[in-house]
């Protein structure tokens, strides 16, 4: 199973930010500006199985904005289903490092479907409901192919109804020079996932939690 590693920024001034990016060089991936409409919907058991033991079960949809660039290109939702839990610790005799505790490092397999509507039926089916859904504008960017140092490297910025927030994800070194060249150091790290931030800000707001979802 694959490793995912990143963490979140949350960016107050976008602006200021997008100038980093320039600076850098960073490019939108994807066609026109590169920005994407996400909707995910998080699965799990009616006594919360999977949460439980730090697992996640999400189909998300993407759906590119701007127009297509011809009629034969139409801009069409990708669908993903994604399965994460937390990394499993090398046991003693095992050389392999502990994961860096200054990242959120967890094992993922990420495929792409062809219907969300008829996965959402067999995982209902299986007995497990989609109970929590989030929304988020994302657009992603790749630094030059000049800096080595930032090969396998994204750069997500996650426009959603909490915040704006900056999601890079990769290798160790990259993750942290990256942050290092946009101005922030690791007590800036977030390593919460969007439900964790969507119930502190209802908390906070002291409103009852829904759907992170925009109005």
């Given at each position: 199973m694959a490793q995912e590693r990143e963490i979140k920024l949350k960016i107050e001034d976008v602006k200021a930010l997008l100038g980093r990016l320039k600076k850098l060089g960073a490019q939108p991936v994807g066609a026109g500006p590169g920005r994407v409409h996400e909707e995910n919907v998080i699965f799990d058991t009616p006594q919360g199985g999977l949460a439980k033991h730090g697992q996640l079960l999400r189909i998300r949809t993407m759906t590119p904005e701007g127009k297509a660039k011809s009629k034969k290109e139409k801009t069409k939702p990708r669908v993903m289903l994604t399965f994460k839990r937390p990394v499993t610790r090398p046991a003693a005799s095992d050389r392999r490092p502990v994961p860096d505790s200054s990242h959120k490092v967890r094992e993922e397999i990420e495929m792409e479907v062809t219907d969300a509507a008829t996965l959402t039926t067999i995982f209902e089916g299986l007995g497990l409901?989609?109970?929590?859904?989030?929304?988020?504008?994302?657009?992603?960017?790749?630094?030059?192919?000049?800096?080595?140092?930032?090969?396998?490297?994204?750069?997500?910025?996650?426009?959603?109804?909490?915040?704006?927030?900056?999601?890079?994800?990769?290798?160790?070194?990259?993750?942290?020079?990256?942050?290092?060249?946009?101005?922030?150091s690791k007590r800036n790290y977030v390593l919460k996932n969007y439900l964790t931030l969507y119930i502190e800000e209802c908390r906070r707001k002291g409103v009852q939690p829904v759907h992170m979802v925009f109005s």
């Amino acid at each position: 199973m694959a490793q995912e590693r990143e963490i979140k920024l949350k960016i107050e001034d976008v602006k200021a930010l997008l100038g980093r990016l320039k600076k850098l060089g960073a490019q939108p991936v994807g066609a026109g500006p590169g920005r994407v409409h996400e909707e995910n919907v998080i699965f799990d058991t009616p006594q919360g199985g999977l949460a439980k033991h730090g697992q996640l079960l999400r189909i998300r949809t993407m759906t590119p904005e701007g127009k297509a660039k011809s009629k034969k290109e139409k801009t069409k939702p990708r669908v993903m289903l994604t399965f994460k839990r937390p990394v499993t610790r090398p046991a003693a005799s095992d050389r392999r490092p502990v994961p860096d505790s200054s990242h959120k490092v967890r094992e993922e397999i990420e495929m792409e479907v062809t219907d969300a509507a008829t996965l959402t039926t067999i995982f209902e089916g299986l007995g497990l409901s989609g109970w929590f859904r989030y929304e988020k504008y994302r657009t992603t960017y790749r630094l030059p192919g000049s800096k080595a140092w930032a090969r396998g490297l994204l750069i997500e910025l996650d426009q959603t109804p909490i915040g704006t927030f900056l999601e890079l994800e990769g290798p160790a070194a990259a993750i942290d020079q990256a942050a290092a060249e946009l101005g922030y150091s690791k007590r800036n790290y977030v390593l919460k996932n969007y439900l964790t931030l969507y119930i502190e800000e209802c908390r906070r707001k002291g409103v009852q939690p829904v759907h992170m979802v925009f109005s």
